[in-house]
């Protein structure tokens, strides 16, 4: 019986936490899940027309052409303080979510 209630709450929790996170599936939304990382975390430098040349994340093209080419993985799987520049790393979610929408080939959605 005691038993049975423990398992109970297991299944509860976690079948609320899944509902909550409704990113981290195989096929996250660009606009839900992707986009808010970028807009948290990049665009504070990587926005258009930078007077430094760093390159644009501003937007869906920008976004998906360095994820599909490697770069943004890249650069946030290296040391920390690297991407996002002296901030903190991403969380294991966040690298996953950017992760698994570009194992679908980064759709529009
Ligand atoms: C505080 C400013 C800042 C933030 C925040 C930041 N970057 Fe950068 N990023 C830079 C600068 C400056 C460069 C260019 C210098 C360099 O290549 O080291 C750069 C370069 C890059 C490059 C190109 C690296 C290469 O190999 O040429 C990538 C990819 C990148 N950033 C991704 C990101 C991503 C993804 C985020 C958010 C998770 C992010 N950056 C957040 C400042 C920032």
Redesign the pocket.
């Known amino acids: 019986m005691r038993i049975f209630l423990i398992l109970s709450i297991l299944v509860i929790t976690s079948c609320t936490y899944n509902e909550l996170s409704i990113c981290e599936t195989d096929n996250p939304s660009f606009t839900y899940c992707v986009e808010p990382i970028?807009e948290k975390?990049?665009i504070?430098?990587?926005f258009q027309n930078n007077s430094?040349g760093?390159?644009p994340?501003s937007n869906f093209q920008e976004i998906r052409d360095?994820v599909i080419n490697g770069?943004?993985i890249?650069?946030?799987k290296r040391k920390v303080g690297f991407?996002?520049?002296?901030?903190e790393r991403?969380s294991t979610e966040e690298i996953l979510i950017i992760e698994n929408w570009k194992e679908n080939d980064a759709p529009n959605n």
């Open positions: 970028f975390n990049c504070g430098c990587h430094n760093i390159m994340l360095n770069k943004v890249e650069s946030i991407m996002p520049t002296n901030g991403l």
